[in-house]
């Protein structure tokens, strides 16, 4: 059998962390089996769906690089990441459900009642064979025992979600749904739908929920719920899709960071973990530094950039070599691209904009280290090679000459020149900043000592 999986998400929202989830195991399945994947917009409720959530719904997976393999040639091709081929769109397909509805009524197995059209449901339990759950026994609520019947089409002649659902599943051949545990609740009807249409079902996979670390349902306010936040804040797509395969999926053997092609030939439904996962953000964006120093040099100064203009900083007034070294110093430094600023923003401000940390201005910036960085000064100012080799080797015999340890010397230079007492490797930024600058800023800090009680 040709596997064949789909991600249907609607779009009248945000894309949450738990569909691209939901995506993103599909996506491995198919991959692992050599199957097919199939990406469908559940499109029929008119009234919440919106052109940029679709938008956002594209985006995400090209950012994820999950891509589909079929899809139709016309409407908008050019969002589909290869060649013309778009995502199916329900909106698209009403005169194929029309097809089945007339089916269902001539077959007595739906009715029309008050203008809308209801499906006989029966009034048994439904046992769903599940993948991961196992055999799920669904009775009918006390809501339902009174009338188990539902609607399949609205009063207004649009289907819905059930009906249209179960449909698309026949009509493109899916042999595998796996979809959120949250599904449960509509699949006994799924499988009713199929009986009724004389079809066979697919195989049911329904996968644990993403839940906040204290055990809450996600909600769109919650951090990390949605995809856009990824995106927006610099993550690498890598980290995000190796913690996704961690939140409710375990290759058996403790591994934490794998390659996406190690997780393709691992992945499968056995190994679906039955409890609902926890999500951790200190644990992603632990994850996310690992990824940050594998990057080639160009996608990490891309984000970096972007990083730094999010956060305020314009670098276009600067060389392009400047900014290159600069944002080089920060690699293998940060584990999110947006602590750049914190971590570098020093490079691109004006000297008079940098400010000096004041609790440790008042440790560093005291009368008797006038004397020890004075000397430094001069020292630097002496050096025609202004290089961290030379910048080095001149602490090193300062510190000699004065009889102090080179670590007594270092704070006092770093505060001044970049307002801390952390960040890129001294030697390294002072060269990049410049002697001009270096000296002019010591000098700044000399006077501040003299002015301290």
């Known amino acids: 059998m040709s596997i064949r999986v789909r991600f249907a998400p609607s779009p009248t929202g945000y894309l949450h962390i738990g569909g691209a989830r939901t995506a993103l195991f599909n996506w ?101 064979p599940d993948l991961v759950c196992g055999d799920v026994n669904r009775k009918l609520t006390d809501r339902e025992e009174a009338d188990p019947d539902f609607v399949i089409v609205r009063s207004d002649g649009k289907p819905v979600f059930h009906l249209v659902n179960v449909i698309d599943d026949l009509e493109m051949g899916i042999t595998h749904v796996i979809r959120g545990e949250d599904h449960l609740s509509n699949t006994s009807k799924h499988i009713q739908l199929f009986k009724a249409l004389g079809a066979e079902c697919p195989k049911y996979a329904h996968i644990p929920l993403i839940l906040n670390g204290d055990g809450s349902k996600m909600s769109k306010r919650d951090r990390g719920a949605s995809m856009t936040t990824y995106m927006e804040e610099g993550f690498v797509a890598d980290a995000v899709i190796n913690y996704l395969c961690l939140l409710g999926w375990s290759p058996k053997d403790d591994r934490q960071k794998m390659t996406l ?101 008042a440790k560093q910036l005291v009368p008797e280290n006038h004397g020890p960085i004075s000397s430094l000064k001069d020292a630097f100012a002496a050096l025609e090679t202004f290089t961290a080799e030379h910048i080095q080797a001149t602490f090193k015999s300062t510190a000699k000459e004065l009889g102090v340890k080179v670590g007594a010397l270092i704070p006092p230079v770093r505060l001044a020149c970049t307002g801390k007492t952390n960040g890129p490797s001294l030697y390294h930024l002072m060269e990049i900043l410049g002697k001009d600058r270096v000296i002019g800023e010591i000098n700044k800090a000399l006077d501040r000592m003299q002015s301290n009680p």
């Open 28 to 128: 491995l399945y198919a991959r692992h089996t050599g199957g097919t994947f199939v990406l469908r917009i559940e499109d029929t409720d008119d009234a919440r769906n919106t052109q940029e959530a679709v938008d956002v719904i594209l985006s995400s997976m090209r950012w994820l690089g999950l891509d589909w393999d079929e899809g139709p040639t016309t409407g908008d091709a050019s969002a589909a990441p290869k060649g013309d081929r778009g995502p199916y769109f329900q909106s698209q397909r009403r005169d194929i459900y029309q097809s089945y509805i007339d089916k269902l009524l001539a077959a007595d197995k739906a009715y029309e009642q008050d203008g809308a059209i209801k499906f006989r449901m029966t009034r048994d339990p439904v046992i769903i």
């Open 261 to 361: 092609q190690e997780v393709i030939d691992l992945f499968d439904l056995p190994q679906i973990l039955r409890h609902n996962a926890r999500f951790d953000m200190e644990k992603l964006v632990s994850l996310n530094g690992q990824y940050l120093p594998e990057l080639n040099e160009e996608t990490y100064r891309s984000l970096a950039v972007n990083a730094l203009k999010q956060s305020g900083i314009e670098v276009g007034d600067f060389s392009s070599d400047y900014v290159n070294a600069a944002i080089g110093t920060t690699v293998g430094k940060l584990k999110q691209v947006s602590e750049i600023k914190e971590y570098a923003g020093f490079y691109f401000q004006n000297p008079e904009d940098v400010e000096w940390d004041a609790e440790i201005s």
